[in-house]
């Protein structure tokens, strides 16, 4: 072990007791008969955590006792000697996975057993992200800090001027989904047998797919197809095959937009009577040989052609 180095190690007793319910002691002694009492943390699941930092360079006596009886190998010896060692050092936690912009995302450094060497930090990445340091004065830290922009960022962590096991550590930072700044527009009006068209705008969402269902008023279920048109805008196409109520569900990877799921109501194909006829052409009493006229006005009536027949 290293000279004031904190060092621990672990006493089991899962066979004597299962539920932490033994006293468990430690006594260390130097190489000039220095006795100190170590601490002990009783992990409740039949085993005990003990912890000590030699600050004697020589053999250490580390005497282990279970309700006041040596436990087996007791006393065990160990040699401290000064110097360090940076591969006995990690570093772990969710904030050296991933993280989200603007919200704050941590890691703990352990440097327990590791010897006394000095802890140098740095973060690289499209941002400059501030970063705080909590010392649990127990061999172990844990860092905070907040990216603000999105991107990979490297974290390299060293211990006496040497990488550590993994350092460094690339981070992807995304940032955060929210489903309800997506932006959905489809027609007021749908129609039976005709290809229908939504845009799905989620620019302002944070990165992510959409994904479109219709469900008919039999509750047969069918996806919409989808293209992207680029910078987080995609089109979803469907052809609903009759008419009456639909729901349309809009999800932003796996998350319902705003409004979703839609109630729509599908027209007929084609509704003859909502057709307009008007002008001079269809009244009463039109000169012969003159020429005239009248419109035809489908705009409401669906989607087909109208045919013309003059007896």
């Known amino acids: 072990v290293f000279l004031e180095s904190p060092t621990e190690f672990t006493v089991d007793a899962k066979s004597v007791t299962g539920s932490g319910a033994g006293h468990v002691e430690c006594l260390l002694t130097s190489p000039s008969g220095r006795i100190v009492r170590c601490p002990v943390k009783n992990m409740s699941d039949g085993t005990y955590q003990v912890q000590y930092a030699p600050y004697e360079q020589g053999i250490h006596q580390i005497e282990v006792t279970y309700e006041n009886i040596p436990v087996p190998g007791s006393p065990f010896r160990v040699n401290a000697i000064p110097g360090c060692d940076p591969l006995r050092v990690r570093a772990y936690g969710p904030g050296l996975e991933y993280a989200i912009t603007n919200e704050p995302t ?85 129609r039976a047998n005709v290809l229908q068209e939504i845009l799905i705008d989620g ?25 992207p048109r680029g910078d987080g805008v995609y089109v979803a196409e469907f052809t ?72």
Request: charged share 20%; hydrophobic share 35%; with cysteine.
């Open 203 to 227: 620019q302002t969402a944070g990165p992510g797919t959409p994904s479109v269902e219709i469900s008919d008023i039999h509750g047969r279920r069918k996806p919409a197809s989808i293209r």
């Open 106 to 190: 941590t890691f703990t450094i352990e440097t327990k057993g590791a010897g006394q060497g000095s802890l140098g930090l740095a973060i690289e990445g499209p941002s400059e992200a501030k970063m705080v340091c909590k010392d649990n004065q127990d061999g172990t830290c844990i860092m905070e800090y907040l990216p603000t922009k999105a991107g990979q960022y490297d974290i390299a962590i060293k211990f006496a001027e040497q990488h550590i096991p993994g350092s460094p550590f690339r981070v992807l930072v995304r940032d955060r989904l929210d489903a309800n700044h997506v932006n959905v527009k489809m027609s007021p009006a749908m």
């Open 240 to 311: 609903p095959q009759i008419e009456g109520p639909h729901r349309i569900d809009i999800n932003w990877s796996d998350q319902p937009v705003r409004g979703s799921p839609f109630n729509v109501q599908v027209l007929p194909h084609f509704e003859p009577h909502k057709v307009i006829v008007e002008g001079p052409g269809i009244h009463n009493g039109i000169p012969a040989s003159l020429e005239t006229y009248f419109h035809i006005d489908t705009r409401e009536a669906g989607f087909e052609h109208p045919d013309v027949l003059i007896k």
